[in-house]
């Protein structure tokens, strides 16, 4: 290699430098691809765990099965990306089991539908809820460094993000349920949300221990109100974390 040679070779060594450093760049600003994308959906409760039981005999696993369902529908539909649902029939399945399914099929998106149950039967409304991991802390030393079990832990990472979530689908029930009392955005120590490695939220579109929601559960038109409402917040929420991303 002459005089020439070796300053194009030492240019081209440059310019692969060059080339690798701003890839590595690129490799962490783009975004991942809406072809990961896998939407996780959590009908509360199945078999012989009922959940709540309204005054009329409607049981909060059923009605949330059938809203899962409805939103799993406009998902097929309108999004085409896939859906897991954690029970896609009456089953009995624990807390555990429904985190473990997320996470060994790589979840992106983790929502929890289930329905409010209060004494008060006048009580109705929506609510969100996430994790909040402050309160279930584990004190493992002298020093009482907060430490939380791995399994326990997943979801710490991804906390912003959940709240981000919770924020879009609470406003698009706002929006789809505007009659509806709003009972706000809350961070409890959910189990098992903890162990969630995606962002999750956990919803209540409606009271169930309110006979004026229980007979609204059984319309159709009431059900799809919610079910769209849901969707429109997954859709918002996958717009925002795929940007970019070609979206029908
Ligand atoms: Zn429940």
Redo the contacts with the bound molecule.
């Keep these: 290699m002459g005089q020439a040679g070796r300053k194009r070779g030492k240019r081209f060594i440059f310019l692969l430098f060059v080339l690798s450093f701003f890839s590595a760049l690129m490799a962490v600003q783009l975004p991942a691809s809406s072809q990961d994308i896998l939407i996780v959906l959590d009908p ?2 199945g078999g012989e765990d009922t ?2 039981i309204g005054a009329g005999g409607l049981a ?1 696993k059923d009605a ?1 099965l059938d809203l899962a369902l409805r939103v799993k529908k406009r998902i097929d539909q309108r999004l085409g990306y896939p859906t897991l649902l954690t029970r896609s029939r009456d089953l009995t399945l624990s807390l555990k089991e429904r985190a473990s399914q997320a996470n060994n099929h790589l979840g992106s998106v983790y929502i929890s539908i ?4 209060f004494p008060d039967q006048s009580f109705q409304g929506f609510g969100t809820y996430t994790f909040d991991p402050s309160q279930t802390m584990l004190f493992s030393n002298k020093e009482m460094t907060p430490t939380l079990p791995q399994w326990d832990a997943q979801q710490l990472p991804h906390l912003e993000s959940s709240r981000r979530l919770a924020r879009m689908l609470h406003e698009t029930l706002q929006n789809g349920l505007p009659e509806q009392r709003d009972l706000g955005i809350h961070a409890m120590p959910i189990y098992p949300f903890g162990a969630l490695g995606m962002p999750a939220v956990l919803i ?1 579109p409606a009271v169930l221990t309110s006979p004026i929601q229980e007979d609204q559960l059984r319309q159709v038109e009431f059900k799809e109100e919610i079910a769209e409402s849901i969707f429109q917040g997954i859709d918002e929420w996958i717009r925002s974390a795929y940007p970019g991303e070609r979206h029908e």
């Design positions: 509360g409760h959940g709540v909060e949330c289930h329905l409010a149950g209540e």
